[in-house]
């Protein structure tokens, strides 16, 4: 049953301090996609890459976050310098189709809190 | 542009009471549109998908283009049916084709 994985699942760290977030999507998949999740703005999304080409990158803030894919088994997110207001759960999502076979399978999630 | 709008951020009703869910969207296209389910600190799975209109655990969805709305329901809750639930669409067109546009989302309740 293969499934989206993603490192690591909890982050405590101070503010100004690199964050890493690290991502497999499924084997044969060519769309991942970064979300953010927190209580007042539910899903957004952050960045997208289709053929690890990268199409939307515009919920992200581009000061302190960037967003690769180094090869087509590993999607990274770095935060440098994290804040505060970074805190919140962080999903990596992967997929294959377009229209109605478009479903994204998502990652556990990695769980940031910046102190 | 796309737009999903989930107007109740929570919901909750009794076990064994009907439950509804509600999501309008705006898209110019030909909208699919999903509702995916997130159980208590899990990952986000797909709950059902409107083309295929099919039920799964109880839930029905049907798509009405004239209201523009895709809302959720279930005749009657159960406890284990407590979830954050997100409404869904996807584009069919340009460089957008493959993303979802997710709603804010909607926490369901079911009291015992």
């Known amino acids: 049953d293969a499934r989206v994985t993603q490192t690591p699942r909890d982050k405590v760290t101070e503010m100004g301090q690199e964050v890493t977030m690290r991502c497999q999507p499924i084997?044969?998949?060519?769309?991942v996609f970064w979300y953010r999740q927190t209580m007042m703005q539910g899903l957004e999304l952050l960045a997208y890459?289709?053929?690890?080409?990268?199409?939307?990158d515009s919920g992200m803030p581009k000061d302190r976050f960037s967003a690769e894919m180094p090869d087509a088994t590993l999607a990274t997110l770095k935060i440098q310098p994290s804040e505060p207001r970074d805190s919140a759960v962080y999903f990596c999502?992967?997929?294959?189709?377009?229209?109605?076979?478009?479903?994204?399978?998502f990652g556990p999630g990695t769980r940031l809190t910046v102190l | 542009a796309q737009r999903v709008t989930q107007p109740e951020k929570l919901l909750s009703v009794f076990k064994g009471a009907p439950v509804e869910l509600k999501c309008n969207y705006s898209?110019?296209?030909?909208?699919?549109l999903f509702w995916y389910v997130q159980y208590s600190r899990q990952r986000l799975q797909l709950l059902l998908r409107?083309?295929s209109r099919e039920s799964i655990k109880g839930f029905t969805a049907d798509l009405n283009k004239g209201e523009t709305s895709f809302h959720l329901k279930k005749p009657f809750a159960q406890e284990e049916d407590s979830a954050m639930y997100y409404c869904a669409l996807s584009a069919d067109r340009g460089s957008t084709l493959g993303r979802l546009y997710f709603g804010r989302g909607t926490q369901l309740t079911v009291w015992p």
């Open positions: 084997l044969g998949h060519n769309t």
């Open positions: 898209y110019s296209g030909s909208p699919e």
């Open positions: 999502a992967s997929g294959t189709g377009t229209g109605t076979n478009n479903e994204q399978f």
């Open positions: 409107h083309i």
């Open positions: 890459f289709r053929n690890r080409a990268p199409l939307d």
